[in-house]
């Protein structure tokens, strides 16, 4: 009997322990995730398109500089009326101004958010934090 307590204890333990492993394998991973912010628009733009690009591009900057810099994010904007960007937008389905945060198969549109937040820096850093925890789940 004591041998059966024994053996069924050393096996939860060794369980125990490839669960923790596991458990920090998937984490590691979500920290290597990438992300990518893309802001599409047209060749004209009002001062709010401008400032929608601006202010993500410095929210990713200021949010995410460590990540930037080793290449795991990145934000980059594209001209919807260049031929080079219809590959990408056709990908993202985007048809038109668009900002969207994206990584691997998740895509999360904050369009909206960005327009309404373009010259409230603070709230579209907010919104732009939201997405990228969101995407990286």
């Known amino acids: 009997m004591k ?6 204890f050393a096996l ?3 369980l125990g322990n490839q669960l923790t492993y596991a458990q920090a394998d998937k984490s590691d991973a979500s920290k290597t995730a990438k992300v990518e912010v893309y802001y599409f628009h047209l060749t004209r733009r009002c001062q709010t398109c401008q400032a929608v690009e601006s202010g993500a591009k410095q929210a990713m900057e200021s949010l995410y500089a460590n990540q930037i810099k080793k290449g795991d994010y990145t ?6 009326d260049d031929k080079n960007s219809e590959q990408l937008a056709k ?3 985007i048809g038109g101004q668009a900002l969207v945060v994206v990584s691997g198969t998740k895509k999360i549109d904050i369009t909206n ?7 409230k820096p603070e709230k579209l850093k907010e919104e732009i934090r939201k997405a990228v ?3 990286l789940k």
């Open 3 to 8: 041998q059966f307590i024994l053996f069924g």
């Open 12 to 14: 939860f333990m060794l």
């Open 75 to 80: 934000f980059k904007a594209f001209n919807l």
């Open 91 to 93: 990908r993202l389905n």
């Open 113 to 119: 958010e960005g327009f309404l937040n373009a010259r």
């Open 133 to 135: 925890n969101t995407v």
